[in-house]
């Protein structure tokens, strides 16, 4: 546990370290606790992380949607310059070899919060597959039909030669195609007889984070945790059984 000014950090995970560092450099603009742990969460906590998924946090903020691309696709969705959005496309690949639980925590549950936090509208079917590309489990493939006929197509693979990781935002409306793709900035190094590695060389997000906290704050826009947790659930229930799972979204 650990506080400084305004906010406090609880959890002993990475993403609770670099916050932790980050509050030096932003100012809480009202009392704030962030939670990166499982189990029981404090009320009106902020939830962050792959733990959200189990925890009882109600409020969430996904880590990635700090990125300033994927923060532009969702001011452009909220303002309507996209027109009525008609499908998405995510995608999150990690280096080749994550372990299956890894790929799990550290892509398939990321990407779906980054998705859910960009179109909230209900969901009301889930359809999930793990696959393997290279070795067991390394892929899921989730298809979510949301209440308003939206489809989005998300994709998390351990099949990257990269060391580091890559992500893809692809939202289709009727007025316009969005793309953002926020790590594919990073420098390439080739050592001989060796895989090429790509170092990322992209923004502070710690810091980014704790601004979009701030601004989650100020507006009270926050994912539901139960709500996410919800299409978890169904996208696990799914990729066993092989068959979609409906869901019954709120009117």
Known sequence: MSQSGEWMILGDTSIANLLRHAT??????????????????????????PSVY???????VPYFNAFE??????RAIAGG???????CYASMRVPRGTSPDALVAGA?????????????????????????LFAPDDAW????????ETIVTIEAL????????????EVTGSERVLRAEPTAQGIRVEPLAREP????????????????????AATQQWLNGDDLRAVWQAAHRSAVSGEPVELNPRS
């Open 69 to 74: 691309a994927i923060d532009d696709v969702q």
């Open 158 to 169: 351990a099949s990257g030669t990269a060391s580091s990781r890559e992500i893809l935002i």
């Open 141 to 148: 493939f989730i298809t979510l039909r949301l209440a308003d």
């Open 24 to 49: 030096g450099y932003v100012n809480a603009d009202q009392p704030i606790t962030i939670t990166t742990d499982a189990g029981d969460a404090p009320v009106g906590a902020i939830g962050v992380g």
């Open 197 to 216: 590695m790509i170092w990322p060389w992209w923004e502070d997000l710690a810091e980014r984070f704790l601004a979009l906290v701030n601004r989650r």
């Open 81 to 87: 310059s996209v027109g009525k959005v008609y499908g």
């Open 54 to 60: 189990a925890s009882t946090v109600q409020h969430v």
């Open 108 to 132: 398939v549950g990321p990407i779906l919060a980054v998705c859910r936090d960009l179109l909230p509208q209900p969901v009301a079917r889930v359809w999930a597959r793990r696959a393997a």
